[in-house]
């Protein structure tokens, strides 16, 4: 038996921290028929150099850092810690944006958009929130070329100053409850950057609302991590643990903050997703009050929630290989990649022919698919030059399989001859049938491995020494707390371990805290993480 440990509003809520803390899925999309970008290494008909990508057991961190720039998913911006979003980066972005936000609209929500320039008497009025973000903010205080009467904050983000709208908004009972996001950038002045994961200025959406009561607003903040579980388990195909953070690891400013936290290939944390319950914090700091049904005046009650373009760098470093990036199909800015193969100039046209036939097949129903008509190019490097930029699916067609009707797909997830179909038919209806369903089977492949991967790198741990050597191994320790948040911060300064959530689905009892023997309520999982 699995119980639930939320922080709802029928027991108490944590205190106020101190830091911050059917149908087929597949397509459809917008099909791509232009020749493939010509590769930055040297060279013309040759293989991609191999030694490009660092291999991931020899040094992760260089790995991801050769991956993101081989398959163009970014560069580095002018400044220190910025980065430029390439097309191809850009465009996974969008696939998360466009689903989330048919997501967040199906359960009400509005879009909007706040001001990125914050006054810094709006930063300081929530006396947790300055605390939590004063060493991360960027600060205006000239414009015009004189002094500003008062520094100007760069949106580190807006619950500040969406309260500040929200108290001239909000007035009654029938004004509630008010479901916004906007989608925008922020800035957070980060000293150790990495793209994608944590960069001076990165894009998100954030969430935020207003209830009557502590509820709707409890109800409304489990509503959402729930809604970002789905997305990361159904659409990264990125297995996740759904729970809430210790005191210390919530949010600046908030009752309670709600996590999912993913395991990346290093076996390290990313927390790639939060929502937060505000309570009456930013509303009584502000003066965000209504006239309740009994005429009674009261502050509301509020969350805020968010995903970032962090949720790109899990999804690489959950999935991808020493060959490159490996991409979830239903998050692929190109799902299926077309090789026409030739050699004899008189073989050209039949089989462009025969390409071109399930091109457009393909983009009947919707697939994001690409024909490759690049020439001078041998077909080992279209090969690995589509491997490294994650295609799921790739069709080698040549002028023996156009004679026999047929054509080689070759799946991302599975190397070498294991994850090739020979004779796959080019009839237009099979073939599209063929390979939606592949699609489906490497979508599904992704996210097995990645939960084996990781419930193989959990440990249950009953003492102190325990923990210490599954993290010592680089693995997530999971065990019975019930210690202070000075032994929270002990544990972190010795093992470089942080407590990551509180599961929702906990083990069934009796639990005893690993470090002071002492009874525990809870199950907690510790690691180290990004």
Not at 421 to 447: I, M, R
Request: glycine fraction near 8%; proline fraction near 5%; hydrophobic fraction near 35%.
């Amino acid at each position: 038996m699995m119980r639930d440990v939320r922080c709802g509003v029928r027991t108490a809520l944590m205190g106020v921290s101190l830091r911050r803390g059917s149908r087929s899925r597949i397509g459809p999309g917008r099909a791509m028929a232009q020749q493939a970008p010509a590769t930055a290494k040297p060279g013309t008909g040759k293989k991609r150099d191999s030694k490009a990508v660092t291999p991931k057991s020899e040094d992760f961190s260089q790995w991801y850092l050769d991956v993101v720039r081989e398959a163009e998913m970014v560069s580095y911006g002018p400044v220190r810690g910025t980065m430029v979003m390439r097309p191809y980066g850009y465009a996974v972005w969008e696939a998360i944006q466009d689903w989330l936000d048919k997501k967040f609209k199906e359960t009400g929500h509005q879009n909007a958009y706040f001001p990125q320039l914050i006054p810094y008497s709006f930063i300081a009025k929530e006396a947790d929130h300055i605390e939590g973000f004063s060493p991360e903010l960027a600060l205006v205080t000239k414009g015009g070329g004189k002094d500003l009467e008062e520094p100007l904050v760069v949106r580190p983000t807006s619950e500040t100053i969406v309260n500040h709208m929200f108290a001239q908004w909000i007035q009654s009972y029938r004004d509630l409850p008010l479901l916004l996001n906007q989608w925008a950038n922020v800035h957070r002045w980060e000293m150790r950057t990495r793209p994608f994961i944590r960069t001076l200025e990165f894009l998100w959406q954030e969430g935020h609302t207003a209830h009557a009561t502590a509820e709707e607003a409890e109800q409304e903040t489990l509503q959402m991590i729930q809604i970002y579980r789905e997305f990361a388990e159904d659409m990264a195909a990125m297995p996740v643990v759904v729970g809430r953070k210790s005191r210390i690891e919530s949010f600046a400013g908030a009752n309670c903050t709600y996590t999912i936290e993913a395991m990346m290939s290093d076996r390290k944390a990313l927390q790639a997703g939060t929502s937060h319950n505000l309570g009456q914090n930013f509303a009584k700091a502000f003066g965000t009050r209504f006239q309740s049904e009994n005429g009674e005046e009261e502050f509301v009650h509020q969350s805020s929630w968010g995903v970032s373009t962090r949720m790109i760098g899990g999804i690489i470093m959950t999935h991808g290989d020493d060959q490159g990036l490996r991409l979830p199909p239903r998050l692929a800015p190109i799902q299926v990649v077309i090789v026409p193969i030739w050699k004899q100039v008189e073989d050209r046209d039949k089989v462009l022919d025969a390409a071109g036939l399930i091109f457009e097949a393909g983009k009947r129903v919707g697939l994001r698919v690409h024909l490759d008509t690049t020439e001078g190019k041998s077909p080992g490097f279209k090969f690995n030059f589509w491997e490294m930029k994650g295609v799921p699916l790739r069709v080698e067609l040549g002028p023996r399989d156009v004679g026999s009707d047929s054509c080689v797909i070759a799946r991302r997830d599975r190397p070498g001859k294991e994850g090739k179909v020979f004779g796959v038919t080019l009839e237009p209806e099979g073939w599209v049938n063929h390979v939606q369903q592949a699609l489906e089977d490497v979508q599904a492949s992704l996210f097995r491995e990645a939960r084996e991967f990781r419930d193989a790198n959990i440990v249950d741990v009953e003492s102190y020494e325990a923990l210490k050597e599954a993290v010592g191994e680089g693995k997530w320790a999971r065990g019975g707390w019930d210690g202070s948040d000075e032994d929270e911060r002990r544990i972190k300064e010795e093992t470089g371990a942080s407590l990551r959530c509180f599961p929702f689905d906990q083990p069934e009892g009796p639990h005893v805290c690993f470090l002071t023997r002492n009874p525990a309520k809870e199950v907690a999982i510790f690691s180290k993480s990004y």
